[in-house]
């Protein structure tokens, strides 16, 4: 198995590391509440993870139709005070986990770590945020929702690339979130060797018109990719279609 990372739309990444499939925030339907899917929905290759990892309880990233596909002997980890809502899906290996805190999965350790953004489900469950540090012979950043905030830097050192979400799935975006000025500029203060901008272009609302793309499918990207450019010139930013892979060995060729 290679060691790569593949996009599958908004914030779901399928990484390989080490022999280990840790699948994110897994969001796997054409239609999310008041959001449709914009480009295909490939289902084959999110299946099989080793470990499904959760970054907070909205539903846009905890989606529980969704982890219903996904066969109920694998791992999920989830931020503390989330488990029973996974629980009760009938998962059988949950794992709860605060900032600092680890789980080791095969030869990959996943360690959870701080990020800004609020956390609830409308019936009142509430649990942290939290990005994940994917660390083997190569170290993955998974920042889920988040804005900058301090101590962003010492989140880890030598990462080899950084999953960061750059806007959301509306013509804009509230508090809690990176655009792409603010994730170019967490990209100078984290310093990867390798980027890949996640949490666009992906779902829409109902209410967009759809005679022609909307811009917020494709522009937050380019400006990402133009900013970064700007603020952290030595970072590679790879801009992958959804289903796109980066090959982690292609990093620095």
């Known amino acids: ?21 840790a699948l994110t925030d897994p969001l796997l339907r054409k239609q999310v509440l008041h959001l449709r ?11 099989g993870p080793d470990v499904v990892l959760l970054s907070h309880l909205h539903y846009d990233h905890l989606d529980l139709p969704s982890l219903r596909r996904l066969d109920r002997d694998v791992l999920v980890v989830v931020p503390r005070g989330g488990g029973a809502l996974v629980s009760r899906q009938g998962f059988r290996s949950v794992v ?17 770590v701080p ?10 469950t509430r649990a942290e945020a939290l990005g994940y540090v994917v660390a083997g012979s190569r170290d993955v ?14 989140l880890a050192e030598g990462l080899d ?27 100078a203060v984290l310093r ?15 209410t967009s018109a759809r005679r022609t793309p909307p811009q917020f499918l494709s522009a937050p990207a380019q400006d990402f990719e133009r900013l970064a450019a700007e603020l952290a010139p030595s970072v590679e930013v790879h801009v992958l279609p959804v289903g796109g892979t980066l090959l982690l060995t292609d990093i620095g060729a």
Do not use: K, N
């Not at 950043?141 to 010492?154: E, I, N, S, V």
């Open 1 to 21: 198995m290679a060691d790569r990372v593949r996009w599958l739309g908004h914030s779901t990444v399928l990484v390989e590391l080490d022999g280990v499939r």
């Open 37 to 47: 899917r914009a480009p295909p929905l490939e289902l084959e290759e999110s299946a």
């Open 96 to 112: 709860e986990l605060s900032a600092g805190e680890e789980a080791r999965v095969g030869d990959v350790t996943v360690r959870a």
């Open 115 to 124: 990020a800004q953004h609020g956390s609830s489900r409308i019936l009142g």
């Open 141 to 154: 950043y998974f920042a889920g929702d988040t804005d900058l905030f301090p101590g962003m830097a010492d």
């Open 161 to 187: 690339v950084a999953l960061l979400p750059i806007w959301g799935w509306g013509p804009s975006i509230g508090p809690g979130h990176l655009d792409p000025r603010r994730a170019a500029q967490a990209l």
């Open 192 to 206: 990867p060797r390798a980027a890949v901008p996640i949490h666009w272009g992906t779902y829409y609302p109902l």
